[in-house]
T-cell receptor, first 116, second 112 residues
Framework: DAGVIQSPRHEVTEMGQEVTLRCKPISGHDYLFWYRQTMMRGLELLIYFNNNVPIDDSGMPEDRFSAKMPNASFSTLKIQPSEPRDSAVYFC??????????????FGEGSRLTVL | SQQGEEDPQALSIQEGENATMNCSYKTSINNLQWYRQNSGRGLVHLILIRSNEREKHSGRLRVTLDTSKKSSSLLITASRAADTASYFCATDAGQAGTALIFGKGTTLSVSS
């Protein structure tokens, strides 16, 4: 398997523009997670899905952020409008159900976003 | 909010030495996991220890878990320059299928 695939790897945009990050999870994984990583705040959970259904979006910073998972093989994270403080590395991860707790996460290589 | 907190924040050692990183967490857990992140890359799973386990080994890695103290440690023996990376502990919230919450990590630098 190719692993979790994220695109784009790098994105530079100007404040106010719309940004869409994409993720293809590992086939057969039923959980998908979006995390954001910054030096100041570390790795923050934004939202996660189970069987394409959003389970917990309490980590989404504000209404400018939205995430969708239209099918088992694709998810998007959208920021509209973007602001400089959104600059970070955004990671997508997927996992399989595991009895007795959360299973091993497989991470993509991340999308580095810079908002000028 | 941060569930796990690693200590120390940074660690510098020589090749061949052992590296120990600690993690403390706040709530009950089902399992605790350790991940590694090389600079500019995604996180990679190293090892998972369940709440009813006290110690686990994988190659040069040894993980301990003390649920009474809500703490874990990761020991890397006979370190190599290639072990240079950031190491994170992650915990669930004690419920099956919940997301992992990560600490801020320990940055390990191994010099040859």
């Amino acid at each position: 398997d190719a692993g979790v695939i994220q695109s784009p790897r790098h994105e530079v945009t100007e404040m106010g523009q719309e940004v869409t990050l994409r993720c293809k999870p590992i086939s057969g994984h039923d959980y998908l997670f979006w995390y954001r990583q910054t030096m100041m705040r570390g790795l923050e959970l934004l939202i996660y899905f189970n069987n394409n259904v959003p389970i917990d979006d309490s980590g989404m910073p504000e209404d400018r952020f939205s995430a969708k998972m239209p099918n088992a093989s694709f998810s998007t994270l959208k920021i509209q409008p973007s602001e400089p403080r959104d600059s970070a590395v955004y990671f997508c991860a997927s996992s399989k159900s595991m009895g007795g707790g959360t299973g091993e996460l497989f991470f993509g290589e991340g999308s580095r976003l810079t908002v000028l | 909010s941060q569930q796990g907190e690693e200590d120390p924040q940074a660690l510098s050692i020589q090749e061949g030495e052992n590296a120990t990183m600690n993690c403390s967490y706040k709530t009950s857990i089902n399992n605790l996991q350790w991940y590694r992140q090389n600079s500019g890359r995604g996180l990679v799973h190293l090892i998972l220890i369940r709440s009813n386990e006290r110690e686990k080994h994988s190659g040069r890695l040894r993980v301990t878990l003390d649920t009474s103290k809500k703490s874990s440690s990761l020991l890397i023996t006979a370190s190599r320059a290639a072990d240079t990376a950031s190491y994170f502990c992650a915990t669930d919230a004690g419920q099956a299928g919940t997301a992992l919450i990560f600490g801020k990590g320990t940055t390990l630098s191994v010099s040859s």
